[in-house]
Nanobody, 124 residues
Framework: QVQLAESGGGSVQAGGSLRVSCAAS????????MGWFRQAPGMEREGVGYISSNDNTNYAESVRGRFTISRDNTKNTVYLQMDRLKPDDAAMYYC??????????????????WGQGTQVTVSS
């Protein structure tokens, strides 16, 4: 019954911006820790960041200062705004329900639910 649907991926030039969305159904997302992850072919899955139920955020060092996670509770949607994109940012981006709490181990903790992913490519 719980579903997460990512959208908004696409192809941008290096230095450009893109916003991807995660629409949740079957749960009220603002009572959960919501995480963003990414995975490029041949690479390990990487934690991008999270937003907690009280809107605290945390980011991987590789994206800090360039990416911003936010919520629109009226739409039950979480966003990942990506600015100054680099070729290394190209990946499939996934959102995940991480449980009711955002933990220090969030990068490797198992998620309760995953979305299908949205593809982001960065051209030079």
């Amino acid at each position: 019954q719980v579903q997460l649907a990512e959208s908004g991926g696409g192809s941008v030039q290096a230095g450009g911006s893109l916003r991807v969305s995660c629409a949740a159904s079957g749960l009220t997302h603002d009572t959960y820790c919501m995480g963003w992850f990414r995975q490029a072919p041949g690479m390990e899955r990487e934690g991008v960041g999270y937003i907690s139920s009280n809107d605290n955020t945390n980011y991987a060092e590789s994206v800090r200062g360039r990416f911003t996670i936010s919520r629109d509770n009226t739409k039950n949607t979480v966003y990942l705004q990506m600015d100054r994109l680099k070729p290394d940012d190209a990946a499939m981006y996934y959102c995940a329900v991480m449980g009711p709490w955002c933990l220090g181990s969030w990068r490797t903790d198992p998620a309760n639910y995953w979305g299908q992913g949205t593809q982001v490519t960065v051209s030079s």
